[in-house]
């Protein structure tokens, strides 16, 4: 049973800075299959889809990052397949419920497998 728990959530004034941490269990050296190879970070706004923020295709090392956080974001996993998102200049429209997410392909939201509860993340100007 893969489990996925995110934190690290909190309200910040816009033009700072917020790590998000996703710990993991369950995972196995038969995770992340050709098809579905990645991890990635959500969010969802009140009354907007969720959209993908930064993925990270796990056996390459490979990140992938919307437009909307590119320069602005670094996701990262460690030793212990925690996976961390470090966000800078936070701006008010990245106010949202962050979620993270494994197995599944890039910042397709449908292809992933687990998902965690999600962390509020609130910047205000």
């Known amino acids: 049973q893969v489990h996925l728990a995110e934190s690290g959530g909190g309200s910040v004034q816009a033009g700072g800075s917020l790590s998000l941490s996703c710990t993991t269990s369950?995972?196995?050296?038969?995770?992340?299959?050709?098809?579905?190879?990645?991890m990635a970070w959500f969010r969802q706004a009140p009354g907007k889809e969720r959209e993908g923020v930064a993925a990270?295709?796990?056996?390459?090392?490979?990140p992938l990052y919307s437009d909307s956080v590119k320069g602005r974001a670094t996701v990262s996993i460690d030793t212990s397949n925690t996976l961390h998102l470090q966000m800078n200049k936070l701006e008010p429209e990245d106010t949202a419920m962050y979620f993270c997410a494994a197995e599944g392909y890039g910042l397709g939201v449908r292809s992933y497998n687990y998902w965690g509860q999600g962390t509020q993340v609130t910047v205000s100007s």
């Open positions: 369950g995972l196995t050296s038969r995770s992340f299959p050709v098809s579905k190879p990645s």
């Open positions: 990270l295709f796990i056996r390459t090392g490979s």
